[in-house]
């Protein structure tokens, strides 16, 4: 967590050293991100860093609390838009963030570029055990419509939710490594969820 004198600083300096950290965590894998090129970017002295982060994790993480916070946002909408069902919700989720061909919503840009930049299972990790002790998550989860499922067993929810993330996270991949248009990847991705829909909910709820 940034320290008290971090959110102390006046709301210029904040926005310069955090823009100079957008910029250098989307130009370079975290692993070669520098925290020399940060504090140069945003004219604030190295030995100031420490005063306010632990280490360029702890800034990176403030980063990615902002962008937590605006899609934990959409979802929460999209839940409360398709009545709880994670499906629909998955597919109003794809049309906020990738808005039309070419033009995907701009705080989610720097999410991709990350994303792209960090590729590998170290950094996969990082953001998942973040997530997974998130209590905005858990949240998230209690939006769902969990008891029109045909298994309500810990585990087959489990299995359905982990289906339902890779599933999204496929499209997300297919885009970023380009050659695949949204309009294509939202059609695989209708498809993929109707195929996990089939095999999740009760028969009278299809």
């Given at each position: 967590?940034?320290?008290?004198?971090?959110?102390?600083?006046?709301?210029?300096?904040?926005?310069?050293?955090?823009?100079?950290?957008?910029?250098?965590?989307?130009?370079?894998?975290?692993?070669?991100?520098?925290?020399?090129?940060?504090?140069?970017?945003?004219?604030?002295?190295?030995?100031?860093?420490?005063?306010?982060?632990?280490?360029?994790?702890?800034?990176?993480?403030?980063?990615?609390?902002?962008?937590?916070?605006?899609?934990?946002?959409?979802?929460?909408?999209?839940?409360?838009?398709?009545?709880?069902?994670?499906?629909?919700?998955?597919?109003?989720?794809?049309d906020d963030v990738f808005q039309s061909e070419g033009h995907i919503r701009p705080s989610m840009v720097r999410v991709m570029e990350i994303l792209r930049l960090n590729?590998?299972?170290?950094?996969?990790?990082?953001?998942?055990?973040?997530?997974?002790?998130?209590?905005?998550?858990?949240?998230?989860?209690?939006?769902?419509?969990?008891?029109?499922?045909?298994?309500?067993?810990?585990?087959?929810?489990?299995?359905?939710?982990?289906?339902?993330?890779?599933?999204?996270?496929?499209?997300?991949?297919?885009?970023?490594?380009?050659?695949?248009?949204f309009a294509s990847e939202r059609e695989r991705l209708c498809s993929r969820l109707e195929i996990l829909r089939r095999g999740s909910l009760?028969?009278?709820?299809?």
């Amino acid at each position: 967590m940034p320290t008290q004198t971090f959110f102390r600083l006046p709301a210029e300096k904040r926005g310069r050293l955090t823009e100079a950290a957008w910029r250098e965590f989307t130009s370079v894998p975290f692993a070669d991100a520098s925290i020399n090129r940060i504090v140069r970017a945003a004219h604030i002295p190295r030995g100031s860093f420490y005063q306010y982060f632990d280490g360029k994790q702890d800034l990176f993480f403030l980063l990615l609390g902002s962008l937590r916070e605006e899609s934990f946002a959409l979802m929460t909408a999209g839940l409360a838009a398709a009545d709880g069902d994670p499906f629909r919700a998955s597919l109003r989720f794809f049309d906020d963030v990738f808005q039309s061909e070419g033009h995907i919503r701009p705080s989610m840009v720097r999410v991709m570029e990350i994303l792209r930049l960090n590729q590998n299972l170290d950094m996969s990790q990082m953001l998942l055990d973040r997530l997974q002790s998130d209590p905005g998550l858990h949240e998230i989860a209690r939006s769902v419509a969990w008891d029109s499922f045909r298994q309500t067993d810990a585990a087959f929810l489990h299995e359905a939710a982990a289906l339902l993330v890779s599933s999204f996270a496929l499209t997300v991949r297919n885009i970023l490594c380009g050659g695949a248009t949204f309009a294509s990847e939202r059609e695989r991705l209708c498809s993929r969820l109707e195929i996990l829909r089939r095999g999740s909910l009760k028969e009278e709820m299809l």
